[in-house]
């Protein structure tokens, strides 16, 4: 059963109270690795999606770009990151993936899952090595062994998991685009319904049979007992109010299943209304929804209306921790995307403060908030 996120829902936003966090400020911004750009970043997760212990800390996995003056240009580099955290703060442990597992150029988000001491790696297989520069997408894996120091080691060659239908998901396998306009087949996140045992991915995707500019979708796939993939219908869509649903997961909590996506105020359709860049949810008894959305609108969380791009790419734990990254901060109401001075001093390129949020039902709230190096100091 899909669900749609509409208009409705959205201009609700404007009668409530915005769950916005406070100023991200010079101390927030300062950057763990001065010479990379980092953004999307997720956990090493247990089977039960909590963040596995590793020697003494947690395993992060950050995509990474060499700073070119130019934030828009990291996309076109993109590798992801190794980061282990304990109390004593962040240790860098350098590229995750080794060179020539796959045929593909770059590499977007995704998830990471432990079992035993075994990591299966979800990402996004972005463009073609033999042409790059491409906005190509696929839904790939590889597994590697855990290490005591949190290293992971001994990837297997990566390998395509399934692939876009063409008929309820678009393909996303066009070379030209720009930002906020591509069409999405990415971001897998892996999810184990308690309830069962079933393997799904979730993903944030294009409807196939939508004519609109605007149709973003968060599609499910179910793996089978051979080890195969059953794509399913979308399970919440926003067909003419938005293009992009990103950092699509799920999250199984009290009984009920929440699922969360990261979306911009510029990915919102011009012609209808839009709610700030934040990050959105919806809950359902059953994981076939119907969903609906939390707090009546969707919005979980939001960047201040004075800063209102200074955090962005949600991603939560089980336990309801929450990170992202700085993004533009202390825009002070310049505009990145008409200057590109503005663009490449605003632009944050660390982890952003951490997020705790407390779910109840249809609603949700804001616990508290704190650095993410504090995490294991706490």
């Not at 062994?145 to 998901?169: H, K």
């Not at 793996?223 to 938005?242: K, Y």
Request: aromatic residues 10%.
């Amino acid at each position: 059963m899909t669900t749609a996120w509409t208009a409705a829902h959205v201009t609700a936003i404007a009668d409530q109270p915005l769950p916005a966090l406070g100023l991200i400020g010079e101390a927030e911004a300062a950057r763990i690795l001065p010479d990379l750009l980092l953004w999307d970043m997720w956990p090493l997760q247990q089977a039960d999606g909590s963040m596995a212990q590793v020697n003494g800390g947690t395993v992060w996995m950050v995509l990474a770009a060499p700073d070119r003056s130019d934030p828009a240009l990291r996309h076109f580099e993109a590798k992801i990151r190794l980061l282990h955290l304990d109390s004593a703060g962040w240790h860098d442990l350098g590229d995750l993936l080794p060179p020539g597992l796959g045929d593909h150029e770059r590499e977007w988000s995704g998830s990471a899952v432990l079992e035993g001491d075994r990591v299966t790696l979800y990402f996004t297989a972005a463009g073609l090595a033999k042409r790059p520069g491409g906005y190509q997408q696929r839904l790939v894996e590889t597994t590697g062994t855990l290490q005591s120091d949190g290293r992971i080691t001994g990837w297997t060659p990566v390998r395509e998991i399934f692939a876009a239908d063409g008929a309820m998901y678009l393909v996303a396998d066009r070379h030209d685009g720009a930002p906020g306009t591509v069409k999405a087949f990415r971001d897998p996140a892996f999810f184990i319904d308690p309830a069962d045992g079933a393997r799904y991915i979730v993903f944030t995707a294009t409807l196939a049979t939508s004519s609109a500019a605007y149709n973003g979708a968060i599609g499910l796939a179910r793996q089978d007992a051979e080890g195969g993939w059953q794509l399913l219908p979308p399970i919440m869509h926003a067909d003419t109010l938005n293009n992009e649903l990103e950092r699509a997961q799920i999250v199984a909590h009290q009984g009920l299943y929440y699922v969360f996506w990261s979306t911009q105020r510029s990915v919102f359709a011009p012609d209808g209304p839009s709610g700030p860049t934040g990050f959105y949810g919806m809950v359902a008894e059953q994981l076939c929804g119907p969903w609906r959305p939390l707090n009546g609108t969707g919005l979980v969380i939001a960047n201040p209306d004075a800063e209102p791009m200074q955090a962005f790419s949600w991603f939560a734990s089980a336990e309801l921790l929450v990170c992202s990254f700085v993004d533009h901060w202390g825009l002070k109401g310049r505009n990145p995307a008409e200057n590109a001075f503005v663009a490449a001093e605003t632009f944050g390129a660390t982890p952003a403060p951490m997020v705790r949020i407390a779910l109840g039902g249809d609603t949700s709230r804001i616990v508290e908030s704190f650095a993410m190096d504090q995490l294991h100091a706490r």
